[in-house]
C-alpha cells in the first residue's frame, strides 16, 4: 500500500499546522470587557464627530 504512508504523513504534517493555530481567545472577561468599552468609546466620538459635521453644514 503506496499511499497509507502519504496519508499518515499529511496528517501529521495537518495536526502540526492546527497545533500552531491560535484557537482561542486568550483575554480574560474584564480585558474582553475593557477593549469593547474603549471601541466604543472610539465610535461614540467618531459619531459625535459626524453630527457636528452635519450640523455644521445645514447650518450653512
Known sequence: MARGNQRDKAREKNLKAQASQKHKNTKTGAEMQRDKE??????????????AKKAAEAKN
Open 38 to 51: 474603549a471601541a466604543a468609546e472610539m465610535m461614540r466620538k467618531k459619531q459625535a464627530a459626524a453630527d
